[in-house]
């Protein structure tokens, strides 16, 4: 038995022998009391009771132990902060220190310069400029990014018929064509029935030759060996004025790019548009897949010159696609390959795509973004001095609910131009005020200080965009700030002054080269263009020859990569072939004493001759009989596009018609 039970039960501290029995140890007594007599087998209860107490206390002890290492450990951790935060607080004021005495550096040495040279002016820091400079920079190249889903027409198509039937046609449409092996792209939707394009001949590569990019990447289109001679076999083609020679090159090359926008043309004459907007989709498709893995159209940052001749193909190609998608009512399509065409040259703008910008952002429901627009390259491309730009933003403001600033912009675009009015009035089948119809300032004023330039502006505008002015709640919001620039006119306002003189020396002189090249690629038939409109100084067409529809009025300096051959366009006058005389129609001059020339296969006849007599009769004679002769071909070309079509183009109608044979017998 231990000693500490041995203490417990015998009630003393004093030390017992070891050979003492405690059954002979009598029981002392205290005060007159006997102790009580001890129990042995308390004992057993009392050992139960001290072995779970031992259990308990080390329980504790462990439990308090395993705190009492937590707690370690976090003060190790705190003193590590604190050691960490000290070195921090330690490092930083001594950086902090170091910055201090470089500032103090730099700014003695500020002073003393300032001392030397004089105080700066205020706000004149070359850092501010550049950092101003690059951030208006950014602001014009993020009004002209775009997406990509706003690219494909389907998916517009889809917003306005809902997605089923248009799920359902192009279902169908797969179910008639070849299976294919087709690369995915983003500006066009390769269809089934189209040829795998292989290896085209076109690629992209970096342009070295611009010296100041600011910013942005300059690329050019590379012609291999194989195109260069496809591409000469085609200007042959065009200079023999026989069209069985573009079919065969396209029989030959499905996806030359020039031969299928001259073989487009064709079928837009013969009234085929949907085989023409196919054929401008493939060459958008071929040159699509040549794209540099650089070259993203979306960014804005990614530029092409039109000078180099191989370069023109996208624009052109851009130009007559969005035309054909805006036809079927995509307009944010159409505005977006708007964009993406500005954004391939937004300083020079070859093609005047500005005059057009504004029909499809307005059509498209997109006034904020158009009010945007013209304020970021307002102060780079006077976009306000445009007739276009002046209605149209004034249009945008109304639409927006800007009441007085829509009323001042609408007023200042009356009284700027002027001449607008009663043609946009007489488009939209509105009856003219008697006020506005007897007044000078809408009529014989505006006539008498209009340059015929403008004039030719103010005519595009008004057939292109007369069906925004005939909703409803528009004529009389245009009627009432008519009448109220009458009164200001009637009063007397120097404005009109000052209008009236920016108007006649502003848009004197004769159309630039990119205007020309919008108005014939637009293919309105109420404007009609001269190439005698073009300047003389740029443009000597006995030395550039006729316009061509693929390339229309290069530019004076253009880098070529092919020189055009030099036909005489006479020799083949004597030829009875109707298909002749429609490719003379198309690409040369009818005759040296009429200025009237043919391009683009449009009505281009414009009175702009002053002579009478001799000169007028052959005038009307070379009218009358192109217009017999284009006539009678419209349904040669159709035959020609039936019976030599190319491979790849109406497989699936030879397809369906052999189905119909066969369904017959």
């Known amino acids: 038995m231990s000693t500490r039970y041995m203490k417990k039960v015998y009630g003393g501290d004093e030390g017992l022998d070891k050979d003492c029995d405690p059954s002979d140890v009598e029981n002392p007594v205290t005060g007159g009391v006997r102790r009580k007599q001890f129990n042995v087998f308390d004992l057993l209860n009392q050992n139960s009771e001290s072995e779970a107490k031992e259990d308990d206390d080390r329980e504790t002890s462990t439990t308090a132990g395993v705190l009492s290492e937590d707690a370690k450990r976090k003060k190790k951790k705190k003193k590590r902060k604190k ?110 029935n189209w040829p795998p394009i292989g290896k085209s001949g076109l690629s992209m590569s970096l342009d070295p030759s611009p010296e100041n990019t600011k910013g942005v990447q300059y690329f050019i289109y590379d012609h291999n060996s194989s195109y260069r001679q496809t591409q000469m076999k085609f200007l042959q083609a065009v200079e023999s004025l026989n069209p069985d020679n573009i079919v065969a090159i396209i029989n030959a090359h ?44 979306t960014t804005a940052n990614c530029r092409l010159d039109y000078k ?53 952002a307005l059509r498209a429901r997109e006034y ?12 780079r491309r006077n976009l306000s001095q445009l007739p276009n730009i002046a209605y149209s933003s004034a249009l945008a403001s109304f639409h927006l ?46 006539k008498s200080t209009s340059p015929p330039a403008l004039e030719k502006v103010v005519a595009l505008y008004v057939a292109r965009s007369y069906h925004l002015w005939k909703e409803a709640d528009i004529l009389p919001w245009l009627e009432r700030n008519v009448n109220q620039v009458l009164d200001r006119f009637d009063a007397g ?13 502003r848009y004197q002189g004769k159309l630039p080269k990119n205007i020309l090249r919008h108005i014939i690629l637009s293919d309105i038939k109420e404007i009609t263009v001269d190439i005698q409109e073009v300047c003389p100084e740029t443009l000597n067409i006995q030395n550039q020859g006729p316009v061509l529809s693929h390339d229309p009025l290069p530019p004076a300096d253009s880098i070529d990569l092919y020189t055009r051959l030099q036909v005489n366009p006479r020799s083949n006058s004597n030829n009875s072939n109707l298909f002749s005389l429609f490719f003379t129609s198309l690409f040369t001059d009818i005759e040296e004493d009429v200025v009237a ?69």
């Open 83 to 192: 050691t960490d935060n000290s070195k921090v607080h330690r490092t930083a004021r001594r950086s902090s220190e170091d910055n201090e005495e470089v500032d103090d550096e730099i700014e003695r040495t500020v002073r003393e310069i300032n001392e030397l040279l004089g105080e700066p002016l205020p706000n004149s820091s070359g850092g501010d400029l550049q950092d101003s400079s690059s951030s208006l920079q950014r602001s014009k190249e993020n009004v002209l990014t775009i997406q990509h889903k706003n690219l494909n027409p389907y998916n517009e198509l889809k917003r306005i018929f809902g997605s089923k039937t248009i799920q359902a046609e192009q279902s169908k449409r797969r179910g008639r064509g070849r299976s294919g092996h087709l690369k995915k792209t983003w500006l066009v939707s390769p269809r089934e």
């Open 308 to 360: 180099k001749q191989q370069n023109r193909a996208l624009y052109i190609t851009l130009f007559k696609h969005l035309i054909f998608v805006g036809g079927r009512a995509c307009y944010r399509t159409s505005l977006e390959f708007c964009k993406m065409l500005l954004s391939l040259d937004p300083e020079n703008d070859p093609l005047a795509i500005v005059l057009a910008i504004d029909f499809y």
């Open 368 to 379: 904020r973004w158009f009010i945007e627009f013209c304020e970021a390259w307002e102060d």
């Open 401 to 446: 609910g800007t009441g007085d600033l829509a009323d001042e912009l609408l007023q200042n675009a009356l009284t700027m131009f002027p001449s607008l009015l009663v043609p946009l009035l007489d488009k939209c089948g509105v009856q003219t005020d008697s006020r506005v119809m007897g007044h000078d300032f809408f009529n014989s004023h505006a």
């Open 597 to 665: 020339a043919a391009a683009n296969g449009y009505n281009l006849f414009e009175n702009a001759i002053d002579n009478a007599g001799n000169v007028e009769v052959a005038r009307d004679a070379v009218r009358a009989d192109l217009r017999r002769a284009v006539t009678n071909l419209l349904h040669e070309v159709g035959n020609l596009l039936l019976h030599r079509a190319p491979d790849g183009v109406n497989d699936a109608d030879a397809e369906e018609d052999t189905d119909n044979d066969q369904e017959g017998d």
């Open 254 to 297: 499905p996806y030359h790019v020039d031969a299928l926008l001259q073989l487009a043309e064709l079928c837009k004459l013969s009234e085929d548009l949907a085989m023409a907007a196919e054929l401008t989709e493939r060459a958008l498709y071929c040159l699509e897949c040549a794209f540099h893995p650089l070259f993203n159209v």
């Open 493 to 505: 306002h120097d404005f009109f002054n000052f209008c009236t003189e920016k108007r006649t020396k």
